[in-house]
T-cell receptor, first 114, second 114 residues
Framework: ETGVTQSPTHLIKTRGQQVTLRCSSQ?????VSWYQQALGQGPQFIFQ???????GRGNFPPRFSGLQFPNYSSELNVNALELDDSALYLC?????????????FGPGTRLTVL | GESVGLHLPTLSVQEGDNSIINCAYS??????FIWYKQESGKGPQFIID?????DKRQGQRVTVLLNKTVKHLSLQIAATQPGDSAVYFC?????????????FGKGTKLSVKP
């Protein structure tokens, strides 16, 4: 186990709704990255948060947004859900400033959009 | 464009044999590479990493080889066990990790026959 936790485990929403996913980083880690993993694919980078600010972003529209809190936990918010948003959403924590980009992943939240 | 891909989408091996999983990358700016193992219903689990100033790194039963000339990465698993059955992803840090993201390949499914 990595110490990274995510909630909820599973979620079912309908098109047009909004969703908030949560992540608690591993103890001592100050950076959180979010990834979307479609079925049968590798994870795709959404964005990263460091010091409560977005530190980088992948090719995802603005309806994907996030927050990081002073305790380094993070939220991923998705507005106006679309069917293609159905995926496993992974949170990964890391420690900024180390030479590597080693990221430790949580178990993910399985989102189904109907 | 930037991509990380795998030559073999599936690999079936006999228990006790050695496994080799291959990966090609295209971003010459990548200087950090990771292999992850993902079991069904779980998040990716870190296996081993390597920086671009190395061409080989060994862990417990695993070895990663990096050939920068042909932009090729491989993961060798010695004495493969049933517990090694999973999907294996290689990941690179793309533009040197300035955006904080890892770029993942599509994955190779390893099946170990008892």
């Amino acid at each position: 186990e990595t110490g990274v936790t995510q909630s909820p485990t599973h979620l079912i929403k309908t098109r047009g709704q909004q969703v908030t996913l949560r992540c608690s980083s591993q103890s001592g880690h100050n950076t959180v990255s979010w990834y979307q993993q479609a079925l049968g694919q590798g994870p795709q980078f959404i964005f990263q948060y460091y010091r409560e600010e977005e530190n980088g972003r992948g090719n995802f529209p603005p309806r994907f947004s996030g927050l990081q809190f002073p305790n380094y936990s993070s939220e991923l918010n998705v507005n106006a859900l679309e069917l293609d948003d159905s995926a496993l959403y992974l949170c990964a924590s890391s420690l900024a400033g180390v030479q590597s980009n080693e990221q430790f992943f949580g178990p993910g939240t399985r989102l189904t959009v109907l | 464009g930037e991509s990380v891909g795998l030559h073999l989408p599936t690999l079936s091996v006999q228990e006790g044999d050695n496994s080799i999983i291959n990966c090609a990358y295209s971003n010459s700016a990548s200087d950090y590479f990771i292999w992850y193992k993902q079991e069904s219903g779980k998040g990716p689990q870190f296996i081993i990493d390597i920086r671009s100033n190395m061409d080989k790194r060994q862990g417990q039963r695993v070895t990663v080889l990096l050939n920068k000339t042909v932009k090729h990465l491989s993961l060798q698993i010695a004495a493969t066990q049933p517990g090694d059955s999973a999907v294996y992803f290689c990941a690179e840090n793309g533009d040197g990790g300035s955006q904080g993201n890892l770029i993942f390949g599509k994955g190779t499914k390893l099946s170990v026959k008892p």
